[in-house]
């Protein structure tokens, strides 16, 4: 499988908004269970959202983001993106698309980062106060 791919991100102040969106393959989009990882230095990386095109279009989300983050697919594109809306600086971070071919409760709670395989090169996120 090809990795994922990022795009998107920025600079932002507090309380904005910013768009991430992630393209992979026709079989990942369909067959995988995706979602949004974060980092920053110094910090453990965070599974913030997550998502399975079988699961009915139920996407999960970290309590940290909830209610600011949102996921929207484009089927025909094979592109899930992250709206994140009223941006704190503690969401400044790189964002990674992630994806796992392992299925197993994509639907019912956050996986953890290391349940990830697969993972985009990242983008930056930055949010000023």
């Known amino acids: 499988q090809v990795q994922p791919v990022e795009t998107g991100g920025g600079s932002v102040q507090a309380g904005g908004s910013l768009r991430v969106s992630c393209k992979v393959s026709?079989?990942?989009?369909?067959?995988?269970?995706l979602g949004w990882a974060r980092q920053t230095p110094g910090k453990e990386r965070e599974v913030v959202a997550q998502?399975?095109?079988?699961?009915?279009?139920?996407?999960l989300y970290a309590d940290s983001v909830k209610g600011r983050f949102t996921i929207s697919q484009e089927d025909d594109k094979n592109t899930l993106q992250l709206q994140m809306d009223n941006l704190k600086p503690e969401d400044t971070a790189r964002y990674y698309c992630v994806a796992a071919s392992r299925l197993h409760s994509c639907t019912v709670r956050l996986r953890g980062p290391a349940d990830f395989q697969y993972w985009g090169q990242g983008t930056q996120v930055t949010v000023s106060s």
């Open positions: 026709t079989s990942m989009y369909k067959g995988y269970c």
């Open positions: 998502y399975f095109a079988g699961g009915g279009g139920l996407s």
